[in-house]
Every structure is written in C-alpha cells, then in structure tokens.
C-alpha cells in the first residue's frame, strides 16, 4: 500500500511538474515608451514659462529705455520720467478721475507692477486761474485721487508719493481753455533707486 500511495504521490507530482513545464514561465511585457502627454505638457510650460521670462526682460529694457533723467533734482535723489507713464487731466476745478483717465491710471498700474522697486510721484498740476493757495490744495486733491486709484487697483501706497505744484508749472503758457486743459493734470515722476 507504500508503494501504491507513493507511486500515486510519484504520479501527481509528475502532472504538477508537467502542467508547470506546459505553462512555462510568464512572458514579460515589454513597454515602449513613447513621449507622454506629461512630458509634453512639461516641454510646453517650460517653453511658456521661457517665453515670459523673455517678455519680461524685454518689458524692463523698455522701460529703462524710456527713461530720461529730469534737470531738477528731486527730494529723493535723482528723478526720472518714462514716456510709457501717461499723464491723466482733469475737468475745471475737479479732482475725481474720469473714465478715459481710469483708463490711463489702470495702465500706468499695470506698468508698475511689473516692476516693484520702482517707487513713483504723483505731481498734481492746475491751470493758472485761481488763487496760489486754492490751487496748491486743489492740486492736492487731484494727486492724492490718482493715488487712491492706483491703491485701489493693488499698488502699495508706500511705493507713491504726491505733490501739489498747484499753477506754478504749466506745462502750457497759453491763457485760453485748449492750454488750461494741458495743464489740469497729474504727472507721474519715477524715483532712481
């Protein structure tokens, strides 16, 4: 009864082996890559992120470009004026911002902030009707509403200053409303670091 039981162990152990044989050892898969879609999406935003670093350094050269040393020395130190800052105006004996003009102070804000260390005054200007000391406060005004804007609009307050040069610097000497209207304005001045 050994020999059967063994021999029918024997015989088990045979098919086992046998089936094993039969069923081999699996076969592995072998995956090709091929450029993912992750990949690609990296290259590409790399490639972005390249492109706006190079947009960016041509914003500054820009902007350096533009600007031009005023003759008159500032409280600060040296005083710059960029073209790319735009003047705004006011109507006669107004200092809130007008539509065009809100305008104007968004892109101004938007110039700045692509550049924080630059620090800015605002110079409110008047036109010369009016008396020395009623235009100085009016031309306060004015200076300090473009600031409030561009506060609202994310600029920090710390970065502007304002000044009030009232009817002292026209920017046009006519006496009639066409150069009263030049002359009813903010200025944007930079401040060299």
Request: net charge positive; glycine share 8%.
């Amino acid at each position: 009864m050994v020999r059967k039981s063994s021999s029918i162990s024997s015989i088990i152990i045979l098919i086992l082996c046998f089936g094993l044989i039969l069923m081999g050892c699996p076969k592995k898969t072998v995956v090709k890559e091929e450029p993912s879609v992750k990949r690609a999406e990296e290259l590409a935003a790399g490639k972005e992120k390249a492109a706006k670093e190079e947009a960016k350094k041509a914003r500054e050269k820009e902007f350096e470009k533009s600007l031009i040393a005023k003759k008159e020395p500032g409280i600060e130190g040296e005083i710059l004026e960029s073209k790319l800052l735009k003047d705004i105006h006011f109507n006669f004996d107004k200092y809130d911002i007008r539509p065009g003009d809100a305008e104007i102070l968004k892109g101004n804000a938007a110039l700045l902030m692509k550049h924080p260390t630059v620090k800015i005054q605002i110079e409110g200007h008047c036109d010369e009707r009016g008396t020395i000391e009623y235009n100085l406060a009016l031309g306060e005004r004015r200076a300090n509403s473009a600031k409030g804007y561009l506060v609202s609009l994310g600029m920090p307050a710390d970065r502007i200053s304002t000044i009030s040069y009232g009817k002292e610097k026209p920017l046009d000497p006519g006496h009639n409303e066409e150069a009263w209207a030049k002359n009813r304005r903010d200025h944007f001045i930079i401040f060299s670091k």
